[in-house]
């Protein structure tokens, strides 16, 4: 008698056909390798969160045993986690990458931007990002935005074209029947490319797991120093937290998204493995950015408003 074995997630009906992630991956190796055969001089957003974790290990995959052919690409706001960035540059270093920093503090001290009242740099990352592209010549430019992290970002193609200016015109979207991509531009325009927007974070939670990919320490549960700011657990910081109103308290937490210390929240966890994670995320109703990212509740419209100058 002739035993079979198949894979926990290959789709059970015959085991040639694609599991779900098996699909996801698919598509997204195919985007990287469309935009690798289209563009002259794209670049990958990594700033060692989750998202372009995973985006970085589609692009490995992709080109293997090549390398990667294209550089990444961090806005640094200066007030990004010590863990994210040790982890940043301990990738990029591994895998032989040119790795391009765009610093919102360089900005700063150059008079170009202005420190905002609430101490969150966040808004402030579209004019260094914009700067980047353009001194750099970057054609292509890989971002992690998936399509159910928030409402602005679902209204995105895989190709988004931005003008000579960086802004986004969600009327100028084009069609993608069949999985075509256009990436026809204009001379100063470049287009962004989101190979994670048909994902969702439980499948980035699970794709990690498969693939036993290594994270920041910082989402899973661990122990720190935190004060309450509009329903959030925020960290102290030199961006001006804690108020003398905010008392620091020591919990048990984790990061679903990293960004800015001044606008990304953590939240209450006992998750300290991939397993726990997967089943918080599993049971959980509010997306991540809704639950833990102060910059997308400063009005109804915040990330479009953002996006349509710049921002991803």
Not at 80 to 94: G, L
């Amino acid at each position: 008698m002739t035993v079979t074995t198949q894979r926990p997630d290959r789709a059970a009906d015959s085991p040639y056909a694609l599991s779900h992630l098996d699909a996801l991956e698919a598509e997204s190796v195919h985007i990287f390798r469309e935009v690798a055969g289209e563009f002259e001089r794209p670049v990958i957003l990594f700033s060692g969160g989750k998202d372009s974790i995973v985006m970085l290990h589609l692009a490995l995959k992709a080109f293997a045993p090549a390398p990667v052919p294209f550089a990444l690409l961090h806005v640094d706001t200066g007030h990004n986690f010590p863990e994210v960035i040790e982890y940043r540059d301990r990738t990029a270093a591994q895998h032989r990458l040119r790795l391009h920093v765009a610093s919102v503090q360089e900005f700063i001290d150059r008079g170009v931007l202005r420190e905002r009242p609430d101490g969150t740099r966040n808004p402030l990352q579209t004019v260094p990002l914009l700067d980047a592209i353009e001194s750099n010549r970057f054609d292509a430019v890989f971002g992690g935005g998936r399509r159910d992290e928030e409402k602005a970002r679902a209204k995105e193609r895989v190709f988004s074209l931005r003008d000579e200016f960086g802004a986004w015109d969600p009327r100028r979207q084009r069609p993608e029947l069949w999985s075509l991509y256009n990436g026809r531009h204009a001379v100063g325009e470049h287009v962004r490319v989101f190979p994670l927007s048909n994902w969702t974070e439980l499948d980035v939670w699970q794709y990690i797991e498969r693939e036993k990919i290594e994270l920041p320490e910082i989402y899973y549960a661990h122990r720190r120093d935190v004060f309450k700011r509009d329903g959030m657990w925020l960290t102290a910081g030199e961006w001006g937290g804690p108020k003398e109103s905010e008392p620091v308290e020591n919990r048990l937490v984790r990061y679903r998204t990293v960004g800015d210390m001044s606008c990304t929240g953590a939240v209450d966890s006992d998750a300290d493995s991939i397993e726990a994670v997967i089943a918080e995320i599993a049971a959980s109703r509010l997306t991540e950015r809704g639950a833990t990212r102060a910059d997308d509740k400063l009005s109804e419209a915040a990330m479009e408003d953002r996006k349509r100058e710049g921002y991803f």
